[in-house]
Structures are given as structure tokens and as C-alpha cells.
């Protein structure tokens, strides 16, 4: 009995941080075996959390029940089992001030509130494609009693990205979308590493029992509070160099040779 006890203790005391895009999934797809290793997971009882700069509700439209939790706009915002945990929401002086910025620069932006996501300065095309991506009733075009955790900002091309990177240089780091003409931000202040501390606190879990997976920049912060790092095989250079282990790419089953490597499943 008391070996059943201790096994149990053990299970209950990992936690899993999975990126979504470049890890989880492609592009919204989300590989049959990916789906397979968090069922596998969530039935042996360990605690996973995907961990995003996407909006809450995108993350929970695609993997719904299937994980314990959700941090989500890089960080910003943390559920468990269906109920919000933690929020870092933007002061009226931030949002003032990233809206200064922001109009200065004639960047686009997406403000990202606990439903729905708020259109700055997008153009048409730009609103349709968000429209289309998070769903119509997900968009808004008014900002009233909205409450905002993060932003996507669009800009019209690489010299303009370059600017737009150099210009918030000390405030987020920006995460590209593949140089399509928009990327998440994580601000420096409170990150995807500041929502695992949190929940490694919550949870009593110390960082040797922490796994984390991620193939971005915004995914170093990720590796600077877990003890396993796992880097897709698609995965940045940098984040390669900060990893404990480089598994496949997310096309040829990464998720799941990741953790049989580390004799998880």
C-alpha cells in the first residue's frame, strides 16, 4: 500500500507546460499523436497545462478538457480546471502608453480580453483574416468595460517588422508568425516563465519535476523555470542551445518520443 501511495505522490507531482503553434500543432492542425500523448497524460494523472501567447478561448476551442489548465497570452492569464487562476491585466497608463506606441509606429494591433479581442487600427483584410481565425463573435471593434492581458501587432513588412522589434526592444519580446504580417508579444514583466513559477508555487512542484516543451523565442522563458527542456526539432537555434533534449519535429511525432525518452509514457 504504501508503494502505491508513493507511485501516485510521484505522478501527481509532474507537471507539463506544451506550447501550442510549431508544437502542438500546425497552423490549427493538431497532429493525431500529439492528441494521443496528453490523453495519455491527463489518464495517468499528471497535472499539463498548455502554455500560449494565444487567447484563452482559441486554446480552449482546441483542446477543451483535454489538459488541466491553460496559460495563455504569453503568460498573462492562467486557468485551472475550467476556472480562471490568475490574471495580469494592463493598467489604463500601459495600454495608454503601447497605444502611443503603437500609433507612432502605424502598426495594426489585437487587444486580448477574457472573450473576445479588440481590432486596433487593423485593415479590412486584416480584420476578416481575425475574424475567420478566432471567430466572428471573438472580434470586437469596441473596447468598452474590456479588460486586456496581451496584443498581437501587425505590421506591413520586414523593414517595418525590424522597426517595430527595435522599437519595443524593452518591453516585449516579439514572437513572429513565420514573417506573415503579425506576432504575439510577450511583455518582459510577466511572461510564460513568470505563469509556471506561479503555478510550480500553487502546486508545491519544484523545477526538477517541471517538463517543458516549445520550439519560439517566447519559449526561452518557458526554459528558465523547469529543469526539463524540451526543444522541437523544428525548433528555433536559440531555444536548441537552452535545451535538456532536442526531440523530433512536430511532423514526425516529437511530442510522444520526447516523453518516452524521458520515461514518461
Known amino acids: 500500500m504504501f508503494y502505491n501511495n508513493d507511485m501516485e505522490e510521484k505522478i501527481m507531482n ?24 496528453l490523453k495519455q497524460l491527463k489518464d495517468r494523472g499528471y497535472l499539463t497545462f ?33 476556472k480562471k487562476l490568475h490574471g495580469e491585466a494592463f493598467s489604463q497608463k500601459e495600454l495608454s502608453q503601447y ?11 489585437l487587444f486580448v480580453s477574457d472573450e473576445k479581442s ?5 485593415t479590412s483584410q486584416q ?23 496581451t496584443f498581437d501587432l501587425f505590421y ?4 517595418h517588422r525590424d522597426t517595430m522589434t527595435k522599437a519595443f526592444s524593452k518591453q516585449l519580446i516579439i514572437n513572429d508568425h513565420g514573417g506573415h504580417g ?14 509556471i513559477a506561479y503555478l510550480l508555487k500553487h502546486f508545491a512542484i519544484d523545477k526538477d519535476h517541471a517538463y517543458a516543451f516549445g520550439d519560439g523565442y517566447n519559449d526561452q522563458a518557458m526554459f528558465r523555470e523547469v529543469n526539463h527542456r524540451i526543444a522541437m526539432g523544428n525548433a528555433i537555434d536559440v531555444l536548441k542551445e537552452k535545451a535538456t533534449y532536442v526531440t523530433d519535429c512536430i511532423e514526425n511525432d516529437g511530442i510522444i518520443k520526447a516523453l518516452q525518452y524521458e520515461n514518461i509514457l
Open 14 to 37: 509532474k507537471i507539463f507546460f506544451f506550447d501550442i503553434d510549431g508544437t502542438l500543432a500546425i497552423r490549427g492542425y493538431i497532429p493525431q499523436s500529439n492528441l494521443d500523448a
Open 50 to 82: 498548455i502554455c500560449t501567447g494565444r487567447a484563452v478561448f482559441y486554446a480552449q476551442r482546441m483542446f477543451q478538457d483535454i489538459v488541466s489548465g491553460y496559460i495563455a497570452c504569453n503568460g498573462r492569464y492562467i486557468t485551472y480546471q475550467g
Open 99 to 109: 497605444k502611443k506606441q503603437i500609433n507612432d509606429l502605424k502598426l495594426g494591433a
Open 118 to 122: 479588440y481590432a486596433y487600427h487593423l
Open 127 to 149: 480584420l476578416e483574416e481575425c475574424k475567420s481565425e478566432y471567430g466572428e463573435t471573438h472580434i470586437t471593434c469596441d473596447d468598452t468595460d474590456l479588460t486586456f492581458y
Open 156 to 159: 506591413k513588412n520586414l523593414e
Open 182 to 195: 503579425s506576432c504575439d508579444c510577450s511583455t518582459i514583466g510577466f511572461d510564460k516563465g513568470h505563469a
